[in-house]
Nanobody
């Protein structure tokens, strides 16, 4: 599986950005695909995930109500719509993939994902 992420950039606080991650080489429509982020000097943080056939979504506490994850099963693509962005959202955002449906506690953990995109930088200015 290969992941191609896109959509990062510079935005002012309160603005919006949309990230996209396309997966190729997927062998089954049942998979878990999520977003993590990492700011300099910090550990990789769980942002959002879609599990199974895409009907189940979960969010990290810091982005709930502001970010939305959605999946296009026909294209094996996951979108992360980020609204009301804050300076503390500044980070490199990574998409991650594993075949199958992870339980939620596993979906939060970066180690659960064998496949990662290259990362895309999101910078939110104050």
């Amino acid at each position: 599986v290969q992941l191609q992420a896109s959509g990062g950039g510079l935005v002012q606080a309160g603005g919006s950005l949309r990230l996209s991650c396309a997966a190729s080489g997927v062998t089954s429509s049942t998979y878990t695909m999520g977003w993590f982020r990492q700011a300099p000097g910090t550990e990789r943080e769980f942002v959002a995930v879609t599990r199974g056939n895409g009907a189940t979504t979960n969010y990290g506490n810091s982005v709930k109500g502001r970010f939305t994850i959605a999946r296009d099963n026909a294209k094996n693509t996951v979108i992360l719509q980020m609204n009301s962005l804050r300076p503390e959202d500044t980070a490199v955002y990574y998409c991650a993939f594993t075949q199958g449906r992870l339980i939620l506690s596993a979906a939060w953990a970066p180690a659960s994902y064998p496949y990662w995109g290259q990362g895309t930088l999101v910078t939110v200015s104050s």
